[in-house]
């Protein structure tokens, strides 16, 4: 007997539904049962980033650095304008109707800025003024936070210096405000993320040329399961995982006699999956011989 050959197994949401209303005792049967379910598949999903897993959602990000600049949002954050080529890197743009304002990180293109988190909100359409050159244009679209407000947490970072990557440490919320002048420049040596809803990286030294690069590492958020047909963010590997934790999520509204079983499942598939989700780079331990005496 020959074998399929096929490696494409792959569920729907509908499907997860089904089976995981058939472990909890009961049937799909209305509409609103799918929409109780992607409700608590979404919810699943942000308790798997509390957990600290999701390997196959990190990404590695790059921004340009800007001479005088410590904060930059933990993604990209861009604006699409009329023009940008008369404007400065490093200057405050501000909204000529919101009063918005935001610092210029980097021109990607002729028509766009990198930006720093805006204080205030642009809206689209309004004339955008620069501090220091005086230039202004059109603001062409509201500005998307979606990149960088599904950043769950920045694992590490380098900073790019005439092709040569140098680590930079994290260093914690207490450790940053500690630092007596921020305003000092250098090369950066460290970086704080402040875990706002929109999360800012915050770095130091403040950056001392405009040709830098910091390149990190984020963990991001599995993407949102909205319709019955589409399939879900996950590697092959999380499949039985996400099946039992569904599953479980739905006995607590529908049939709580369950839960205890259906926990119990979920805590062990969730166990393998993050044991097999893990960086698989060799340890080296070497002794010390700070204090050794023969």
Known sequence: MATSGSRNFELDLAEYVEEAFERCGMELRTGYDV??????????????????????????????????????????????????????????????????????????????????????????GETLTGSSSAATTSLSAAVDFSDVRSTVDILSA???????????????????LDIPNKSQTGRPNEFFVDRQITPILRIWPT????????????????????????????????????TA???????????????????????????RAMDEDRDRASLRISPSYDYYRA
């Open 35 to 124: 929409r109780t379910a992607k409700r608590s598949m979404n919810l699943l999903f942000a308790d798997w980033a509390n957990r600290g897993l999701n390997q196959w959602t990190i990404e590695q990000t790059s921004i340009t650095l800007a001479e005088g600049i410590r904060d930059y949002p933990c993604g990209t954050l861009t604006m699409t304008v009329g023009a940008s080529t008369s404007f400065t890197v490093g200057e405050t743009i501000t909204g000529g109707s919101s009063s918005a304002t935001a610092q210029i990180t980097s021109k990607p293109s002729s028509t766009s800025f990198a930006i720093t988190i805006p204080s205030g909100t642009f809206t689209s």
């Open 158 to 176: 380098v900073v790019t210096r005439s092709s040569t990557d140098f680590e930079i440490q994290r260093v914690s919320r207490s450790s940053y």
């Open 207 to 242: 950056p001392e040329n405009n040709t830098d690069v910091v390149k990190f590492d984020r963990l991001t958020r599995i993407e949102d399961v909205d319709s019955a047909t589409d399939t879900v963010d996950i590697p092959f590997r999380f499949y039985p995982c996400l």
């Open 245 to 271: 934790g569904l599953a479980y999520y739905i006995s607590m509204k529908r049939n709580p006699q369950m839960m205890p079983m259906l926990k119990s499942v979920y805590e062990e598939e969730m166990q």
